[in-house]
């Protein structure tokens, strides 16, 4: 599980690590903000999940005025993804950040639990996971993103009762350590969804 | 399943019905202000639940500048709770909303579909329910808040399996309509948790 930061080449904080991110423009909202900056800044250009996470206001949060409010956004690429990165930016695992600038850190911890809550009751791995994969490495993605190891066999089970992933009928072949040839599965939809919507309680369909 | 709306005695949308809020003070966060405001301008002293909603920031959200963007709480009280409001403020049925002003209209469209959702997978209806309750005002609480009828067996089936809620033990005697005394329950926990987290998968305790 890795986040995008950059290093900031000027005060304040030179030196420290940045969540992308700049100033809202006059004639956009947030959401179209946050698509353009990530475009522009850190190249990166097909999100497959992008939301609000949190306003972040502490009236203190920057060292010197003008007070600045955050309007933070979890979003996601697959994997498999490869932006073309600046020179001054860098994939950092969520586990080991380096010195960040501001509250940028307990962002990233915000969005780090989000994330992991959303992995329990959402389909959201799939805006993680490439386009067909095998369980095993569904597996990686799960344990790095929850931060804890999961079951193979569990999560599969789970998953596939859930209808969020769905077998592709192919096989991929074994890897150098040998072994069968694994199932290859996709995910069943590509928006968000709860994905055990209380089903005691659902309405009549 | 009603929301706290006052009218609007000056321009501009005079006559239309608002969410209570304000401005964000120089010395305060957005938490503190949303408390604030609920308190000073509506009476709402005693919130069971409080959890940023969403930013609402199109440029022409209102008809005249100065910009506005709007950073929209879902706040909960329980049924039973009775703030003294002002002459301009009343409760209005989520399903039949006065003229709303602004955006505000979309904003309660938002937080009914968050609460939904919340209801789902979270205990968050511990913030709606008073402190005892029988199973049928359990029922209510949800059918409302869901928009769809929901069984009482199958409520309470689940809500017990999931350790949700919890007997107290003792019974309330029966209403006008006769029957049997019933169940009186309360919830486990008053903080919001997810409520299955996606079990097979959690790390060992």
């Not at 993804?81 to 915000?110: C, K, N, Q, Y």
Request: hydrophobic share 40%; with cysteine; net charge neutral.
């Amino acid at each position: 599980m890795a986040v995008l930061l950059w290093e900031r080449a000027l005060e304040p904080a030179i030196g420290t690590w940045s969540l992308p991110g700049g100033r809202l423009r006059d004639d956009e909202d947030l959401d179209t903000s946050a698509a353009r900056q990530l475009a522009e800044k850190v190249d990166v250009r097909e999100l497959t999940h992008l939301e609000q996470l949190s306003v972040f206001s502490d009236p203190h949060r920057l060292p010197d005025p003008p007070r600045r409010i955050a309007s933070a956004y979890l979003g996601l690429v697959p994997l498999t993804a490869e932006p073309e990165l600046p020179p001054d930016t860098r994939w950092h695992p969520v586990s080991a950040l380096p010195h960040m600038s501001f509250d940028h850190g307990g962002i990233v911890e915000h969005a780090r639990t989000r994330l992991a809550a959303k992995l329990s009751y959402t389909n959201i791995a799939f805006a993680l996971a490439p386009d067909r994969f095998t369980m095993s490495t569904l597996r990686e993605i799960y344990c790095a993103a929850l931060g804890y190891d999961v079951d193979t066999t569990n999560l599969q089970r789970v998953l596939s009762r859930r209808k969020v992933i769905t077998p592709t009928g192919a096989t991929a072949s074994p890897g150098r350590a040998g072994g069968r040839p694994a199932a290859v599965y996709r995910f069943t939809d590509s928006e968000i969804r709860v994905t055990d919507e209380f089903a005691a309680l659902r309405p009549p369909t």
